[in-house]
């Protein structure tokens, strides 16, 4: 039977990715080897290293004022490496607080510095997108979360600010067309709209490094990545090949243009239906609902045992809400078919 | 043409392993899903994380007193994450300097602590262990790295210490019968022994975290680790998996037991050709020789080219030193056959 994954991560990949994954654990570029088992050092991955750093930068439009690194440790490493190389001795970073990710981030940079919270939307259970904050040139730099997949919340832009400008962007990357060279740090967790789990992307400004006159830990050092090419030690081999596969597929079916229109066109069947459908109700605040996860819940309770029958026998997958908030969380990532939102649609249907 | 795999790592595992990942990749555990697209929440993926922490604890017959975490960032992160954990504020650490990866280590450690180097064979280029240090109670822990891939040198036992004991067993891990209870922190790159690269395995005596007093990074916690089931964040997946299939495949093969005995005939065979045959000379001391990488070079570099060509006609692959050395290394990890070994050595006998 079918399957209809809506996973919030890791999460659906193109088949084809898949396949070639798959065939390549035995037996990578006809060499009668795995890629599991050759050096990363050798000419083969050297290459796939290559041609994966510089597919994220043409996918971006990015120029050579960039880099791209693939690391490993997650975004939550990350929450660590972004204050260790940009926040000053006694400076301080300003933050929003849009979920529980961002919350995370903001622990760690308080671990290493003062941070100023400059918009939050936590009391209201972070349903929406706070704006209306300034960052002036006094914060070393600025971070925000672009896509909040437990509460289905998306920034639809950015601030213009006197600083640096952060953006961790697991959970929406190559979703949709951003001018990206207004970032000066990116990062991502590949394993929504990217790859598998086991590699972190990092694209960074590199004119923004070496400013903090700190003695930062090796691994910690994104320079010292840099001046190794995204091999300052042996790199998640496996994570980073499935990426470029699916870095390549991206490319090839019409780049983030293309991906930007399917997305928005699954993210308006889903929305439409929780819309017109009194038994459903969606939990972000419509101006700043999330193409990539719909978080929404039944309104009347008693229909909660039917409905999940019904989803799961038309073999749908992943559908049930992040144990924080409860209800149900349909996640669009790049790889999903439309033609598994009208599944949900249909099944969603069947009981209004 | 059969491949015979010497690489110093990544590296050969098992064929069964290759074969079964290859598998999950298309469909894990029958589910008609991918391993890459499911939850790492999931019962499927919980289940593996759980066996592979267990399996690692029964292969090195150690008790609850010790966690097994699986986590990123290789070894490296680990040279970071030990000191950030163990070094008190104020305190110091004992290292000692056995090679590349010992000094990388210390590296770390002196930017978070004061350490103080015990031993070091640093000025006869790492050709031997140094023995006859004495590691007082003054220290926070002893640091100390089994095996030196570079060098091909092997601790062959371990000091008795007033403090703890810290162990790199990155190139050695699973090789051969050791008293692991007399370890107080082990870590280990997977891409060797245990699995591909991608994931460090952390075996941790649980009393000794919690000590320091200082306010770590989440990531680089490992009590943090220990408390979320080694799932702080999104683990990388497939690597676990992966490193999961090569400890059942070690269990179902004798253990540990009957891996020393496979990795002993394999070293004895090729160092008692390297000692037979006048074209060929060991690196290392002999007493402190590796039984899993075989540095060697030859004694009459006129023989090079056809030498090289010989083996490489032979179906050998990644016998070439180490830029660092230069020569060979032959690397006889776990899942190398010994019919790949009695290969190389019938090319080095024809040029006796």
């Known amino acids: 039977m079918k399957k209809h994954n809506f996973s919030a991560g890791p999460c659906i990949l193109p088949a084809e990715v898949f396949q070639k994954a798959s065939e390549a654990i035995l037996n990578f570029n006809d060499l009668g080897l795995s890629l599991l088992e050759i050096s990363h050092r050798s000419k083969d991955f050297v290459s796939v ?6 597919l994220v930068k043409k996918l971006m439009k990015l120029g050579d004022d960039y880099e791209v ?14 204050p260790f190389n940009l926040m000053k001795p006694g400076g301080k970073a300003a933050y929003l607080d849009t979920g529980t990710w961002a919350a995370g981030a903001i622990k760690e940079a308080q671990k290493l510095g003062t941070v100023d919270i400059v918009g939050s939307s936590k009391e209201q259970n972070y349903s929406f997108i706070p704006k209306n904050y300034q960052i002036g040139a006094e914060y070393d730099y600025f971070h925000c979360t672009s896509n909040n997949t437990i509460y289905g919340t998306q920034m639809k832009s950015f601030p213009e600010t006197d600083t640096l400008l952060v953006c961790d962007m697991s959970s929406d990357i190559f979703s949709k067309v951003l001018d990206f060279s207004q970032f000066d740090l990116i990062y991502a967790g590949a394993q929504k709209n990217m790859g598998p789990a086991g590699t972190t992307l990092v694209v960074v400004k590199k004119e923004i490094l070496g400013k903090t006159d700190k003695n930062i830990p090796s691994y910690l050092n994104y320079q010292l990545h840099i001046d190794k090419e995204s091999m300052l030690n042996t790199p998640p081999v496996f994570a980073i090949y499935t990426s470029l596969l699916t870095l390549q597929y991206m490319e090839k079916n019409g780049g983030i243009e293309a991906a930007e229109k399917r997305n928005e066109a699954k993210a308006k069947l889903l929305y439409d239906e929780i ?7 969606g939990y972000a605040v419509k101006e700043d609902r999330s193409l990539m996860n719909v978080s929404f819940k039944l309104t009347d309770e008693s229909k909660k045992e039917a409905f999940d029958k019904a989803w799961k026998e038309a073999g749908i997958n992943g559908l049930n809400g992040h144990r924080s908030l409860g209800g149900y969380r349909a996640s669009l990532y790049n790889a999903l078919p439309i033609e598994s939102v009208q599944v949900l649609v249909n099944v969603m249907q069947s009981f209004s």
């Open 49 to 54: 290293m290559e041609e994966a750093r510089a």
């Open 69 to 82: 690194l693939f690391l490993q440790g997650g975004a939550s490493l990350q929450f660590v490496m972004v």
């Open 275 to 281: 819309d017109r459908n009194p038994l459903f109700e």
